[in-house]
């Protein structure tokens, strides 16, 4: 969930490198879909209930519950960086790849994985 639209995919579009892939009227809603590649889609949905507007950057209870692979981890960090995302660590390898938490413009937890190469 989203409190604003535009906002949104203006970060998902220019601050992660998502692409826009529908923004289409549906009655007082849009319908928002972005998308990272490889037929992953996000549905940017605004709140509209006040219960709605308080889970606003806290949908998984302040864990890590998106997971931005990427083939190029330095790129794709130092982009977002310059844009202005806020990373909660400094990049760190582990077995499983090259990671490092970053929060969305709500302030939901990600994280930017370069997958390690079998």
């Known amino acids: 969930m989203v409190r604003d639209y535009d906002e949104a995919i203006r970060f998902y579009v220019e601050g992660l490198g998502f692409t826009l892939v529908e923004d289409l009227p549906q009655g007082d809603k849009r319908w928002v879909v972005v998308s990272p590649g490889e037929g992953t889609s996000l549905l940017l949905a605004q709140a509209d209930t006040g219960q709605q507007q308080a889970r606003v950057g806290d949908q998984t209870g302040g864990r890590v519950g998106f997971f931005?692979?990427?083939?190029?981890?330095?790129?794709?960090?130092?982009?977002?960086?310059?844009?202005?995302?806020?990373?909660?660590?400094?990049?760190?390898?582990?077995?499983?790849?090259?990671?490092?938490?970053?929060?969305?413009?709500?302030?939901?937890r990600w994280d930017l994985l370069q997958p390690a190469r079998a």
């Open 68 to 108: 931005l692979n990427t083939d190029d981890f330095d790129r794709d960090h130092a982009r977002m960086v310059e844009y202005g995302v806020h990373f909660r660590e400094t990049p760190r390898d582990e077995v499983y790849g090259r990671v490092a938490v970053f929060e969305d413009l709500y302030g939901n």
